[in-house]
């Protein structure tokens, strides 16, 4: 597979420093004991923004605006002025798949986070990852992602979230963000945001002609 450019990215990279510049020694210890039944952070649409929050659909919850946040003035000021298209809701809990446990060993959310990760986005991924290695010397090869074991793709996982943490996003929100900002919410969109599980049930029954009203 040819490498693609990530040329673009390596001033942001540079400039951060020592906390970009930090290493993670992939050959330390690992520890692998989770617990299946537990529940990880879901990732929600950003569907609206208030004054100074991002509103998530379809729970309603709220997270503070990443463009008011010193992340965002930082990535504009190299040139990569993008806006999450989700975000980590800190409210709603899914339970995180089997598959990407087994795919990714450490923490119950990285491993979900990482190892539910499609081929289109390992692959948008791959020039970030390949700067990252640049600091990393030691970090495994992300271009051969299914060749790694689950500690290997753990050590590549950590350090994709330590740079994007610094920035104060996940990996994944920073992975998957668009050019152009959600719209600012309505005052109508906001209470159907924020109505009652109970309430939005029965305004989905009233608009779905084939469901019975109760």
Known sequence: MKRRRWRSIEPILNAAGETIGQRIDSRQPIEDIRDVTQQVHAYRMVAAITATTEVLSPCGHEVLRFDQSRGFAYLASHGSSRYPRSRLCPQCFVPPTFHSLQLVSGSDQVASDWGSLTLQQRLAAL??????????????????????????????????????????????????RRTHPAPTITPAGYRRLKASEPEKERRRRKNDHRLPLP
């Open 127 to 176: 020039p970030v990852l390949f700067a990252l290695r640049e600091h990393h010397p030691t970090m495994p090869d992300p271009e051969h992602w299914h060749e790694l074991t689950a500690q290997e793709r753990r050590a590549v996982a950590e350090i994709g979230e330590q740079f994007t943490q610094a920035l104060g996003l996940t990996f994944r929100e920073y992975l998957l």
